[in-house]
């Protein structure tokens, strides 16, 4: 009797390990799904933000702070706006790719 008992520890101990693990894993899928689609979201929205209003938010908002009516965005200015939105794209989309954790390299999925 003594020998039964020691022996349904290990299984008992095993079977809520490894529920433990499954249900760890199924909320960091979840999590991960969720971060994922939020991230899309994300990236679609400042693609589109950046694209569209940066340059002319970004060139009103020093004329209004400095007060000059006659301000233009000098090629220096424009360039590191172009790298701000370049980097904020690319940050977004590897977090992204990141985040479906594909087994398969990215070129392997282009034509």
């Given at each position: 009797?003594?020998?039964?008992e ?8 095993i ?5 433990i ?28 933000f950046?694209?569209?209003?940066f ?24 360039v ?26 990215y070129?392997q999925?282009?034509?």
């Open positions: 009797m003594h020998n039964n020691t022996e349904r520890k290990p299984k008992k101990l079977l809520t390990y490894f529920n693990q499954t249900s760890k894993v199924e909320s960091q899928l979840t999590f991960k799904l969720g971060t994922f689609l939020f991230l899309l979201q994300l990236r679609q929205f400042l693609a589109h950046l694209q569209f209003s340059n002319y938010r970004f060139q009103t908002a020093i004329q209004k702070y400095y007060n000059l009516h006659d301000f233009t965005l000098t090629e220096v200015d424009y590191q706006t172009l790298e701000i939105k370049y980097l904020a794209y690319t940050l977004l989309t590897s977090l992204a790719y990141k985040m479906t954790h594909l087994t398969e390299p070129h999925y282009q034509g």
